[in-house]
Nanobody, 118 residues
Framework: QVQLVESGGGLVQAGGSLRLSCAAS????????LGWFRQAPGKEREFVAA????????YYADSVKGRFTISRDNAKNTVYLQMNSLKPEDTAVYYC???????????WGQGTQVTVSS
């Protein structure tokens, strides 16, 4: 059973930066991909970015391309989301999630709040 714990959220002004961390534990050898998702008030949860645990391939939503960078440290079982040039519309609860090969995302963290003020 994989456990995920996010950290690094907070309040930042528009144009600022934050780095989120997601520490994975328990059965990490089964992880195929880790992703970041977000959910703003009154909106559905949406995909932000993902990274393959082994090969390191990355994927981004169009809305964050060029501003956000996902990376991993396999030795620390940790995935990061570096968020630059933040906008008020990036305000949301950010969730880390993991999936096994040929499976959907079925392991989720508790979420961390990111608030961007204008």
């Amino acid at each position: 059973q994989v456990q995920l714990v996010e950290s690094g959220g907070g309040l930042v002004q528009a144009g600022g930066s934050l780095r989120l961390s997601c520490a994975a534990s328990g059965g990490t050898f089964t992880i195929y991909e880790l992703g970041w998702f977000r959910q703003a008030p009154g909106k559905e949860r949406e995909f932000v970015a993902a990274i393959r645990w082994s090969g390191g391939q990355t994927y981004y939503a169009d809305s964050v391309k060029g501003r956000f960078t996902i990376s991993r440290d396999n030795a620390k079982n940790t995935v990061y989301l570096q968020m630059n040039s933040l906008k008020p519309e990036d305000t949301a609860v950010y969730y880390c999630a993991a999936r096994r090969f040929n499976a959907r995302y079925d392991y989720w963290g508790q979420g961390t709040q990111v608030t961007v003020s204008s």
